[in-house]
């Protein structure tokens, strides 16, 4: 079993949808976990962390759930700008990344 | 530096042929790690350094891989007699002690290895 998995995607989604993305770890005593997003031939830069109580960040929303060792992340009133791939990570000594779920926003 | 620095930004290189690829960390990082992604794929853990030590090295795909750190700078990954399959992108990340797995991490733009 992998350590973190994620949605395989793609999700192709019109500009202005809402779309989600779910994310589960393997690792019981991970302590930080964060949403990065990789734009094509670039490297992954930190979207946002994700907190116990879940956190919001304007159009973005994160959640985490310890006891099904589960995260997600919500993406309100999508941009076109917001095609990208997004990168589950979880840390514990070091940070584990998912494979990362697709994104598109079309017109 | 301002950012994470990674040299070459691209490096093609004949099957068997050694490689050395190098991180320059954010100035006063002294976590900095390794990870490799292929085409299409997630990032693969390879090595992270604690100033000069590498307390895990689990991540290594085979010991024609290996990685140093000096002077809790400058790291350099080494891979012997290379493969076609270790053709992919490495990228190196920093952070500040003990805030990677906390605040996260800031990667460098990798180094493209093409092994033909």
């Known amino acids: 079993r992998k350590e973190v998995e994620q949605d395989p995607g793609p999700f192709n989604v019109p500009e202005g949808a809402t779309v989600a993305f779910n994310c589960t770890y393997s690792?019981?005593?991970?302590?930080?976990f964060f949403w990065y997003r990789q734009d094509c031939r670039k490297e992954p830069k930190l979207l946002m962390s994700v907190y116990s109580s879940g956190n919001e960040d304007g159009r973005f929303t994160a959640q985490l759930n310890r006891a099904s060792q589960y995260i997600s992340l919500l993406i309100r009133d999508s941009k076109l700008s917001d095609s990208a791939t997004y990168l589950c990570v979880v840390g514990h000594n070091d940070m584990r990344f998912g494979a990362g779920t697709r994104l598109t926003v079309k017109p | 530096g301002a950012g994470v620095s990674q040299s070459p930004s691209n490096k093609v290189t004949e099957k068997g042929k050694d490689v050395e690829l190098r991180c320059d960390p954010i100035s006063g990082h002294t976590a900095l790690y390794w990870y490799r992604q292929s085409l299409g794929q997630g990032l693969e853990f390879l090595i992270y350094f604690q100033g000069n030590s590498a307390p895990d090295k689990s991540g290594l795909p085979s010991d024609r891989f290996s990685a140093e750190r000096t002077g809790g700078s400058v790291s350099t990954l080494t891979i012997q007699r290379t493969q076609q399959e270790d053709s992919a992108v490495y990228l190196c990340a920093s952070s500040l002690a003990g805030t990677g797995a906390v605040y996260g991490y800031t990667f460098g733009s990798g180094t493209r290895l093409t092994v033909v």
């Open positions: 690792n019981s005593a991970s302590q930080s």
